[in-house]
Nanobody, 120 residues
Framework: QVQLAESGGGLVQPGGSLRLSCAVSGIIFQIGTMGWYRQVPGKERELVAAISNAGAPTYVESVKGRFTISRENAKKTVYLQMNSLKPEDTAVYYC??????????????WGQGTQVTVSS
């Protein structure tokens, strides 16, 4: 019943910027770690960035200094600000959110993905 709605993808030139948003809806009790993954054809889905309950971020090496992950807990939303985009950032980006049901039972949920294309 929990759903993740992604937005913000699109076509951008190299060096441009995009901001992805992922809003969680449904009946939930608490949200844990939130993150963004990306996948290109023929490759495994990889973790791009994640942010803990306390706001501590982690990033894959290739996006450090260019991407920023953030969250607004009151809105149950996680963002990914992507700056200085490169063609190799082109992928389908998926939101992933860990949802607690009762402080001891939890599972993760995936968004449907949003296409990011970086091309001149």
């Amino acid at each position: 019943q929990v759903q993740l709605a992604e937005s913000g993808g699109g076509l951008v030139q190299p060096g441009g910027s995009l901001r992805l948003s992922c809003a969680v809806s449904g009946i939930i009790f608490q949200i844990g770690t939130m993150g963004w993954y990306r996948q290109v054809p023929g490759k495994e889905r990889e973790l791009v960035a994640a942010i803990s309950n306390a706001g501590a971020p982690t990033y894959v090496e290739s996006v450090k200094g260019r991407f920023t992950i953030s969250r607004e807990n009151a809105k149950k939303t996680v963002y990914l600000q992507m700056n200085s985009l490169k063609p190799e950032d082109t992928a389908v980006y998926y939101c992933n959110v860990w949802v607690f049901k009762n402080w001891s039972t939890s599972q993760d949920y995936w968004g449907q993905g949003t296409q990011v294309t970086v091309s001149s």
